[in-house]
């Protein structure tokens, strides 16, 4: 026999083996424990969840030498006969390629003759909303008056593309997506049968790359399988071309700092790897979507999906992103997922949704370089005691912030905005450009990474105090002009003129 495939080789052939559908599985062996046996059957639900696998173990406890039975023998013609697909009793039909109404007419003609060697005639129908109305038409005659020993498993991912009249004769099932968890235990289970090492954090990608399909993370698993020996973390990313968490993190960290620069960087860098745009886009997504369930149910509630040290990285960063930024970012990126496809560039959409999430007036605000930030304090006439220290300190500021930036990327970002203007007694005065940075430069957890990069970088002790910069006074366009009436030079020309001051610009406001 020749090289079997991993979802197939693995595939559920009893009860007991399907994955996480317990509730469809315990309604079926109960209906088979009572021999109550309805004529049609309709499983839905996404791809890869396990529903033909279920309609052939249905099929098997239909037709096992000691059924109706919920635990077929496995071992009897007819259990074996079903599980390798030769029963002449049970008849599969794939939708998606047979759509005419031709087949269904065979159906309907063959549906009369009694099973060859079963004790049903099952008849599972795949993907059955891909028929013709046609073939749903002549579907329904069928179904209206079956055979007393004929049953139909109608299987579909798309349920609301069935005509309502097929629905109301089937009994119907739900196939939920499969866990995180649930996946990330059967593909280490499958990993040992097949003498393979995985890591816990590949087998956990695997899991969260497959959508909550079962099929889908045996089929990646067989790729790693072949290309890696073991198989870790990085062999999985390199293999699909998922980006790193970090470089989602980092990523979202620009956009709540509106830094396009540094977004736009990343993204570059992402489409120079031959990474997938869609690929990326989807782990933005994911990534997006666990940060607002971690800020809602709290992060705990994602124990198991994500690393727990990147969870702890990720609660970090949700106190600085509020839950209606999170939605608005979410919001633009899945409506570029839709349309990427209209770009001949698949990364152009996602740095014109980069651009779209960043905040305009904040973006084009000056950083300032550590010499810029000097002559903007002294412009401020803040009193500064020019010492060796402080001028220690401000000549290594940028290797400071880029050691702040390892712990907590945005208090690097505010640090940026932030000047050193005094170091007295080993206590170092700070004064931001403005007033609402305080809040987080006076953080206690912020402080303490600020002076375990002061003392990593300066090698000493070195305690941090902020102070508030002085908030200009707002333009009062009377004041000013009464001011202006006291200059001489202004009172000589409007007395030579017989003149009046009837209004005066604000010149500050007008350069900026």
């Known amino acids: 026999m020749g090289y079997l495939a991993l979802y197939r080789k693995y595939r559920p052939q009893i009860f007991e083996e399907v994955v996480e559908q317990e509730t469809v599985v315990k309604i079926l ?94 008849y599972i129908i795949d993907e059955v909303h891909m028929l013709t109305p046609q073939a749903f038409n002549a579907l329904l005659k069928t179904l ?14 798309a349920p609301e593309k069935l005509p309502p009249t097929i629905l109301s004769r089937c009994e119907r099932f739900y196939f939920k997506p499969i866990s995180i968890n649930g996946l990330t235990k059967k593909i280490k289970e499958v990993a040992t049968k097949e003498g ?15 959508s909550g399909s079962l099929r889908n993370a045996l089929s990646l698993l067989d790729q790693a399988i072949t290309m890696y020996e073991e198989i870790d973390e990085e062999s999985i990313r390199m293999l699909v071309g998922i980006p790193e968490e970090e470089i989602l993190k980092d990523f979202l960290d620009s956009i709540i700092e509106n830094n396009a620069k540094n977004a736009l960087q990343i993204i570059i860098s992402i489409a120079d790897s031959g990474k997938d745009s869609k690929v990326f886009i989807n782990e933005f997504l994911m990534y997006m979507q666990d940060l607002i369930t971690g800020k809602l149910l709290g992060f705990d509630y994602l124990a198991g999906k994500r690393d727990k040290d990147f969870l702890n990285t990720m609660r970090k960063q949700a106190r600085y992103i509020t839950n209606k930024r999170c939605v608005e970012i979410s919001s633009i990126f899945a409506e570029t997922l839709n349309n990427i496809r209209l770009f001949p560039d698949p990364f152009f959409p996602i740095e014109l949704a980069t651009l779209s999430c960043i905040k305009e007036e904040v973006s084009e605000e000056k950083i300032f370089t550590v010499e810029e930030q000097t002559k903007e304090t002294k412009k401020q006439e803040i009193p500064i005691k020019e010492t060796d220290a402080l001028a220690t300190v401000r000549t290594h500021w940028n ?52 002076e375990e990069a002061l003392k990593k970088i300066l090698l000493k002790d070195i305690r941090i ?48």
Do not use: W
């Open 196 to 210: 393979t090492k995985i890591t816990d954090g590949a087998a956990m990608l695997i899991a969260r790359f497959s």
């Open 144 to 157: 209206e008056e079956p055979p007393q020993n004929v049953v139909f498993i109608l299987a579909t991912t």
């Open 465 to 512: 105090t902020c102070i508030a910069p002085e908030e200009k006074k707002a333009f009062n366009k009377e004041e000013e002009i009464e001011k202006m009436k006291e200059k001489k030079e202004v009172k000589e020309t409007l007395s030579l003129f017989d003149g009046v001051i009837t209004d005066i610009k604000n010149t500050e406001e007008e350069n900026k």
């Open 399 to 450: 290797d400071i912030i880029t050691e702040v930036k390892r712990k907590n990327t945005p208090l690097g970002a505010i640090l940026m905005r932030v000047n050193p203007v005094e170091l007295k007694d080993n206590v170092l005065t700070l004064l931001p450009e403005r007033k609402f940075y305080l809040e987080m430069l006076n953080n206690p957890d912020n402080i303490k990474i600020l």
């Open 29 to 122: 062996q109960e209906a088979l424990r009572q021999k109550k046996i309805a004529h049609a059957y309709l499983f839905s639900g996404p791809k890869g969840t396990g529903k033909t696998s279920v309609a052939r173990i249905f099929a098997k406890g239909l037709n096992c030498e000691k059924g109706p039975t919920p635990t077929p023998c496995m071992k009897c013609k007819n259990c074996i006969t079903i599980s390798n697909g030769t029963n002449l009793d049970v008849i599969e039909i794939d939708a998606a390629s047979n759509r005419g109404i031709d087949e269904i007419r065979d159906l309907k003609e063959k549906v009369r003759y009694a099973p060859i060697s079963s004790r049903y005639k099952v």
